[in-house]
Every structure is written in structure tokens, then in C-alpha cells.
């Protein structure tokens, strides 16, 4: 089946550091991908779509200067948190579709983001 | 996408089938029904997915009624690895590929 993978699991830094997760398909390539936010006791929202060799959509309130989305293979998608601040300490999801339709999106196991 | 109604949480004995509802009344006719889980800690996982007939994996039964206004999942036999939240998740077929994540059912499975 379809496998999304996510890097780093977990990441601990300091205040203004900016941090880099990766999100890949493994097995299939992905025109699109996806970036979601999660904070604790809340449900998935999505932050931005990452699309292939163009500049990325981001959500209504998500600053695109902060949250830098780089989609440059078909397998890889790349979120950096510029300048981290502890109120941007959250868990991080990806996700990709291996086809058109009807096929389903799979998701990274996530990226779980702390700063100090 | 149509919006869809979950219960908070459920519980369900160990062994038994759970039966998880989700309401989506506004849903459209080019738009599907998905489910996927979220256990602790770790990213959604895709269930399955229908339109309008009964859909089975080897995960999850889905049942969708005949006006496509409300749909169940059925987890035949539940054990305690099915304790997750669960979310019913409608997409239009073409063009818009998000998901909207609502807050989902929180199933435990009781021992």
C-alpha cells in the first residue's frame, strides 16, 4: 500500500530556530501533498497544499513567510518553520494521494514539534 | 464539502462489533464518504471510502443509506488497537482534493 513517510518524528529547539520536516512517498509520487497542524485536544487542520515544481496554497491565517513549503520531487515535500516561537510547538502531518479520483490520501505518521 | 455530525465518543466491548454513525445530510452527488482513524499520537490512517453502495475492506464495513444523508462504519470485531478517534470525512470527487477534519467519534474499546 501506499506509505508516506515523515522526518524527523520528534524535534526539541530552542526559540528562534528554524526547524525542517520532511514529508515522502515512498512508494508512488505525488503531484500534491499536503501540510496539517494538530494541537493538542483539537482535530487536523489543514495548513497549506504543497504542489510540484509550483509555489504552494496556503490556508486563510497561515503565514507563508513562516511556514516555507518546498514541493521540488515528486516525492518530496519540505515544511520549515522559520524562526520557531513556542506557540508554534504542535504536531505536524503530511499527506499524499498515489492517484487521481477517488483514491484516498495517506498520512505521514507526524512530526511532533517543541520549542523551548 | 458537505459538512458531517459525529457523536463525541462511544465505547464498545472488546470483541463485540462497533458500529460508529456519522451524519452528512447536505452531501452532494459527486461526493464521497471517507473514513480514516487517528490512534494516539500518530497521523490518520485511511479506513475506506464509498459513494452510494455498501463497501467492505478488510478493515471496516461501510454503510451508506439509500439517500446518501447518513453513513456507518462497522468494525466486525473490535479489539482494544481499534481505541482511536474516528473521523467521517466527505469529498467531492474532482477538483478540491482537502480534507476537512471535524472532531471526529472517540472510540474505546472496553476489555
Known amino acids: 500500500g501506499a506509505v508516506v513517510s515523515q522526518h524527523p518524528s520528534w524535534v526539541i529547539c530552542k526559540s528562534g530556530t528554524s526547524v525542517k520536516i520532511e514529508c515522502r512517498s515512498l512508494?508512488?509520487?505525488?503531484?500534491?501533498m499536503f501540510w496539517y497542524r494538530q494541537f493538542p485536544k483539537q482535530s487536523l487542520m489543514l495548513m497549506a497544499t504543497?504542489?510540484?515544481?509550483?509555489?504552494?496554497?496556503?490556508e486563510q491565517g497561515v503565514e507563508k513567510d513562516k511556514f516555507l513549503i518546498n514541493h521540488a520531487s515528486l516525492t518530496l515535500s519540505t515544511l520549515t518553520v522559520t524562526s520557531a516561537h513556542p506557540e508554534d510547538s504542535s504536531f505536524y502531518i503530511c499527506s499524499a494521494r498515489d492517484g487521481p479520483g477517488v483514491q484516498p490520501q495517506h498520512f505521514g505518521d507526524g512530526t511532533r514539534l517543541s520549542i523551548l | 464539502d458537505a459538512k458531517t455530525t459525529q457523536p463525541t465518543s462511544m465505547d464498545c466491548a472488546e470483541g463485540r462489533a462497533a458500529n460508529l454513525p456519522c451524519n452528512h445530510s447536505t452531501i452532494s452527488g459527486n461526493e464521497y464518504v471517507y473514513w480514516y482513524r487517528q490512534i494516539h499520537s500518530q497521523g490518520p490512517q485511511y479506513i475506506i471510502h464509498?459513494?452510494?453502495n455498501n463497501e467492505t475492506n478488510e478493515m471496516a464495513s461501510l454503510i451508506i443509506t439509500e439517500d446518501r444523508k447518513s453513513s456507518t462504519l462497522i468494525l466486525p470485531h473490535a479489539t482494544l488497537r481499534d481505541t482511536a478517534v474516528y473521523y467521517c470525512i466527505v469529498r467531492v470527487l474532482f477538483g478540491n482534493e482537502k480534507l476537512t477534519f471535524g472532531t471526529g467519534t472517540r472510540l474505546t474499546i472496553i476489555p
Open positions: 504543497s504542489n510540484e515544481g509550483s509555489k504552494a496554497t496556503y
Open positions: 464509498g459513494l452510494k
Open positions: 512508494d508512488f509520487q505525488a503531484t500534491t
